[in-house]
């Protein structure tokens, strides 16, 4: 399986709203991460989970938490969002790797969820 | 922060004909990758090439990487409509671990 799922595939919310995104994999990937993207624009990374410790948090903001249940799973969890924080969300996983220079950052991406916040 | 440019940010060519995008980065650099993206879907992998290789293939894809002046080019021959898509470089800028920063991207669209 060599496919990262992420659920749901659209999500209207209101700013008072609290949700949730998941994202999924079975390739043994210990390494996953989120990313925002926004019309026409690279992606950009927000968060990165190692061996379901939280890695990196490139300063986004508290409204987004990032959740690793299990090796697996990756969660964002949404609450008081703005309007401005409607993009596409993705989700990715790579292996972690050995050693610099190895291939661990080749990441397999997930189709997105299409946030809208209104 | 964005840590790669990439040029043309358009390009347009008929089925069959060559594509060459490029992507210049700042700092330095373990690997370099790119990934292609339809439009509003998730990105797909095309190819890694790292710091110290200068040319990498993969099917109708070529890859080179010049560090001494901080760019990297994608070159895709004989193309064909079902390469539209945006297509980004993306570096680990040079440390060593998860950061991936992406270039702004080049939009190919190949008309059949």
């Known amino acids: 399986d060599t496919e990262v799922t992420q659920t749901p595939k659209h999500l209207v919310m209101g700013m008072t709203n609290k949700k949730s995104l998941k994202c999924e994999q079975h390739?043994?990937?210990?390494?996953m991460y989120w990313y925002k993207q926004k019309a026409k624009k690279p992606p950009e990374l927000m968060f990165v989970?190692?061996?379901?410790?939280?890695?990196i948090n490139e300063s986004v903001p508290s409204r987004f938490s990032p959740e690793c249940p299990n090796s697996s799973l990756l969660n964002l969890h949404l609450h008081a969002l703005q309007p401005e924080d409607s993009a596409l969300y993705l989700c990715?996983?790579?292996?972690?790797?050995?050693?610099?220079?190895?291939?661990?950052?080749?990441?397999?991406f997930g189709p997105g969820t299409r946030l809208t916040v209104l | 922060s964005q840590q790669g440019e990439e040029d043309p940010q358009a390009l347009s060519i008929q089925e069959g004909e060559n594509a060459t995008m490029n992507c210049s980065y700042k700092?330095?650099?373990?690997?370099l990758q790119w990934y292609r993206q339809n439009s509003g879907r998730g990105l797909v992998h095309l190819i890694l090439?790292?710091?110290?290789?200068r040319e990498k293939h993969s099917g109708r894809l070529r890859v080179t990487l010049d560090t001494s002046k901080k760019s990297s080019s994608l070159l895709i021959t004989a193309s064909r409509a079902a390469d539209t898509a945006s297509y980004f470089c993306a570096t680990d800028a040079g440390t060593g671990g998860f950061k991936t920063i992406f270039g702004a991207g080049t939009r190919l669209f190949v008309k059949a």
């Open positions: 989970y190692s061996y379901e410790k939280l890695s």
């Open positions: 990715a996983s790579s292996h972690p790797g050995l050693a610099r220079g190895s291939s661990y950052n080749e990441q397999f």
């Open positions: 700092t330095s650099i373990n690997n």
């Open positions: 090439i790292r710091s110290n290789e």
């Open positions: 390739m043994g990937h210990r390494a």
